[in-house]
């Protein structure tokens, strides 16, 4: 059994979407905050960027559709969106104990997953230290969050949309001293509470929780977090702790990023078997 494995079970560990419902974390003032009408019309008029689908990039959601992992990943986005019926569920925060365990590759094919079910997506790159976003979509700038919180007048002028699927995009913003300072603002809340009210979907992606305390901010403005955990690079003690300080009732799940997994084969038996009925190799 991998160590990986070992550290969940010795925890535990399982997704908690039964978890009872907690507090709108934003508060409900944030979201009648005046000046909406204006600025959410200009949504559609924003900068736009075209995501790439070169394989490299890892964006299965976009380039890979018929893949086990991209099917995961519409489970996944199911099984968020079967929780709205119990509870609050829109801000999802993407976490991790480490660098290189997958985070942003996980949230950017999350957004793209819903957005490429119609639904109006919001992709926040949260990592103010490294962010990784903006070159992983193929958007020229990481002009963004940060930048917002020196002119917070309208957010729009910060965010990006993709060309075709209502996928919308706030980079990290230029370099600061204190990243989490910027995150801790009252004013970063607010919006993120605003921007609640315009957006089916809000995911976060997040810096790592070990040795930085951003992921803890952000998670307070999100209904639930999913964790990251990748074979061979989560180290135990790291996911360990990173276990521990996240609040239980918001562990939507763990997700295993890049494991091997017996699934893939039989994926792939039956979507040859359909592919041999229908003569072409086009269909899923
Ligand atoms: N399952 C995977 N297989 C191969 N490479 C992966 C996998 N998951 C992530 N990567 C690669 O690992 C690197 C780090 O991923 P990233 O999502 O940026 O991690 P994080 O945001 O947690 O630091 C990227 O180059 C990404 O393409
Ligand atoms: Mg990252």
């Known amino acids: 059994m991998s160590r990986v494995f070992e550290a969940l079970q010795q925890l535990h560990v399982r997704a908690s979407a039964e978890a009872p419902m907690d507090t709108d974390p934003v508060g409900e003032s944030c979201q009648l905050l005046p000046d909406f009408g204006g600025e959410i019309m200009q949504l559609d008029a924003v900068r736009q960027f075209v995501l790439s689908s070169a394989p490299a990039k890892r964006l299965v959601a976009r380039s890979e559709p018929h893949t086990l992992a991209a099917e995961k990943l519409r489970g996944l986005a199911a099984r968020l969106r079967q929780t709205r019926s119990s509870r609050e569920c829109k801000r999802i925060l993407t976490a991790s104990a480490v660098r290189a365990d997958g985070k942003s590759m996980m949230s950017a094919n999350l957004a793209i997953t819903f957005a490429s079910q119609g639904e109006r997506t919001l992709l926040i790159d949260g990592d103010l230290h490294k962010p990784t976003l903006h070159p992983l979509l193929g958007i020229d700038s990481r002009r963004g969050l940060t930048d917002w919180t020196e ?12 060309q075709r699927m209502p996928l919308w995009v706030l980079p990290a913003g230029s370099p600061v001293d204190q990243p989490l300072a910027k995150v801790q603002l009252p004013a970063t809340r607010e919006l993120i509470g605003r921007l609640s009210t315009w957006f089916d979907w809000i995911i976060i992606d997040s810096p790592p929780m070990v040795p930085l305390a951003d992921s803890n901010v952000w998670s307070t403005m999100c209904d639930f977090v999913l964790l990251v955990v990748r074979e061979g690079v989560t180290p135990k003690r790291a996911l360990l702790k990173t276990l521990d300080s996240i609040e239980r009732a918001k562990l939507f799940a763990v997700i295993l990023n890049d494991a091997v997994s017996n699934e893939s084969k039989y994926y792939k038996q039956y979507y040859a078997s359909d592919t041999d009925r229908t003569g072409n190799g086009n269909s899923k």
């Open 151 to 162: 002119d917070p007048s309208s957010i729009t002028d910060y965010l990006v949309r993709e």
